[in-house]
């Protein structure tokens, strides 16, 4: 049988795990979205770098100077706190509404639901792919960065796509459900990026006192702690390993009970 002809839904990672080893729709649909968008503008994929590298750099410079941090610190604290972000944002507003996106396809049964989520992460991964080319120059020219910490990315960067992946599975059959959790979502998210340490920097909020207590209860913080830290050569919070871990396994959890018990159901809300 046609890997995309089966219509019953089974669990979570056993369906995953066959859309990683028939990637034909999501990569090609994605690549397809990603080509077709570029391809109509006269600077084409330097649309998909230019944004990333001016919020960087303008936005280093001006936030450098108001936080009394030397630029050559704070431009890959923030560049790297951002493109991560920008990432987690980016699969989830687009998983949320994946499902609606893709109604025709789920209508004829032809593919898995975690067809349409992979390809969320495969267009926010090709965006996180050139941001962290951006990024690498960044790297090379601050003093303060060693290139050695980059290999830190293949313990953490797991970790983090872990957490988002369950989180995009839950909002994806919540916002089949109930599509004003797209517009709730989005709302939520522009008040997180002013919420989370990425334009300021978290050392002005000890862990010890009640406005760094607060800022330590979001769990993007731990997310991008996690990663973040490595790489500029400082050790995580402990409570920032165990929240993303702890994360990770729970979500996973809820999310696989949510796909089992509620997947058979999308095609009917939708």
């Not at 729709?25 to 994929?45: C, D, F, N, Q």
């Amino acid at each position: 049988m046609h890997p995309y002809k089966s219509t019953q839904i089974d669990s979570l990672v056993p369906d995953l795990w066959k859309s990683l080893r028939h990637p034909d729709y999501w990569a090609y649909s994605s690549w397809l979205a990603i080509a077709t968008k570029y391809r109509r503008t006269s600077l084409g994929i330097v649309w998909a770098v230019a944004p990333f590298a001016v919020f960087v750099i303008v936005l280093g410079n001006v936030y450098s100077h108001l936080m009394d941090n030397p630029l050559t610190e704070f431009l890959p604290y923030l560049g790297t706190g951002y493109l991560l972000w920008r990432f987690m944002i980016q699969v989830i507003t687009d998983a949320v509404g994946t499902f609606h996106t893709h109604k025709a396809f789920i209508m004829e049964g032809r593919v898995r639901l975690t067809d349409f989520i992979l390809s969320s992460f495969a267009k926010a991964g090709f965006h996180l792919l050139l941001g962290g080319l951006v990024m690498l120059a960044v790297y090379i020219w601050s003093p303060a960065i060693h290139l050695s910490s980059l290999w830190t990315l293949l313990l953490t960067m797991p970790l983090l796509i872990a957490n988002v992946a369950w989180i995009a599975v839950c909002v994806a059959m919540l916002g089949a459900r109930a599509p004003d959790v797209q517009e709730a979502i989005g709302t939520v998210l522009i008040l997180g990026l002013l919420l989370t340490p990425i334009l300021w920097s978290v050392e002005k909020f000890p862990a010890d006192t009640l406005r760094g207590g607060v800022v330590r209860f979001n769990p993007a913080f731990h997310m991008l702690d996690v990663v973040r830290a490595p790489l500029l050569g400082k050790m995580p919070e402990t409570t920032s390993i165990v929240v993303v871990l702890v994360m990770a396994v729970l979500g996973w959890i809820v999310a696989s009970l949510l796909y089992r018990r509620y997947g058979r159901f999308v095609a009917l809300w939708i």
